[in-house]
């Protein structure tokens, strides 16, 4: 498939989340081949990660500190442990797509919902009761949701404000070491380098508000690889940590392919965290 053909380390060293845009919409042939890969795509587990691209009003009501561009992507599924990590996993890797066409995304929980279903309805029945301002909602709902959207389009560099600029100066573009993140005494030195390459590239994960909360765990003989959260984890802002989990094994999955090794991926909930394992 189109995997040998995308140079995905490179993608993941140029996205960053864009959040100044030029009004203009996305071509069509880019949009297509947007939706053919998403149809197309091998995900290695089980999921019901459903992909919707949407029009979008030229105006702040959407993502509130940014006029939308017209175009945008919309990651859908249930609202389970599980079905949250996999948005983020399935949704970097169309991110990672849509940067390699040359577009700008940005990962965005906190969209304003009844804008959302307004240009795009997904709620169905759900629609009628009291929605939440920002996002999905906080736990887990009946039935699916938007769990997050990107703008899709180009990047204003000109009309960046100078918070934002701030912002990607000094908090987006830092990301922990791996030996940060590695658990139980293993040490960046000791891992195989097709390895620290994977973690390499898994560290780099956008989160939201950048925490990169994610933890490596991996056994004594290199063969079984955990990502996953400390017990209990919680942030300030941000209700569902479960989906920069997946975005970061997405970037761990896509560095061990790189390298040529072939993994077993499952997904599980424990403790109330997703636990993403490679066997390789
Ligand atoms: C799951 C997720 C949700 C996010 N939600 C928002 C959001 O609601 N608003 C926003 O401005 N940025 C949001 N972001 C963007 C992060 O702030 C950004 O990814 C992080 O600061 C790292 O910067 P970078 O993406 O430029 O590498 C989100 C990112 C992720 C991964």
Redesign the pocket.
């Known amino acids: 498939m189109m995997f040998t053909t995308i140079d995905w380390e490179n993608a993941i060293n140029i ?5 100044s845009f030029e009004m203009r919409p996305v071509e069509e042939s880019k949009l297509e081949l947007l939706q053919s890969f998403a149809d197309k795509m091998e995900i290695p587990f089980d999921h019901d990660v459903k992909i919707r691209m949407f029009k979008a009003n030229m105006d702040k009501k959407l ?1 509130t ?2 006029a939308s561009p017209p175009d945008g992507m919309a990651f859908l599924a249930n609202t389970d442990t599980c079905s949250v990590a996999a ?2 996993f399935v ?2 890797l169309l991110i990672l797509y849509a940067t390699s066409l040359g577009l700008a995304t ?6 304003a919902l009844s804008e959302l279903e307004r240009i795009m309805p997904h709620l169905g029945k759900y629609a009628e009761q009291p929605m939440p301002k ?2 999905y909602g906080k736990g887990e709902t009946d039935g699916e949701r938007a ?2 959207i990107t703008p899709l389009g180009y990047w204003q560099k000109e009309g960046v404000r100078f918070f934002d600029r701030v ?2 100066t000094f ?3 830092k ?1 922990k070491p791996v030996g940060a993140l590695l658990e139980n005494g293993m040490t960046e030195e000791s891992l195989p380098a097709e390895l620290l390459y994977a973690f390499d590239l898994a560290r ?8 990169q909360h994610w933890r490596f765990g991996v056994s004594d003989d290199f063969k079984t690889i955990t990502i996953t959260m400390p017990v209990g984890y919680k942030h300030m802002k ?1 209700e ?2 479960n ?2 989990l997946g ?1 970061c094994a997405c970037h761990f999955w896509l560095g061990l392919r790189l390298k040529g090794i072939d993994c077993k991926v499952s997904l599980s909930e424990d403790q109330g965290r997703a636990v993403w394992k490679f066997e390789v």
Do not use: L, M
Request: charged fraction near 20%.
């Open positions: 996205r960053r989340s864009a959040r993502y500190v940014f948005v983020g949704g970097e940005c990962w965005y929980g906190h969209y920002w996002g769990v997050c912002t990607e908090i987006s573009y990301r780099k994960a956008p989160s939201a508000a950048n925490s941000w569902h940590p989906v920069d975005i």
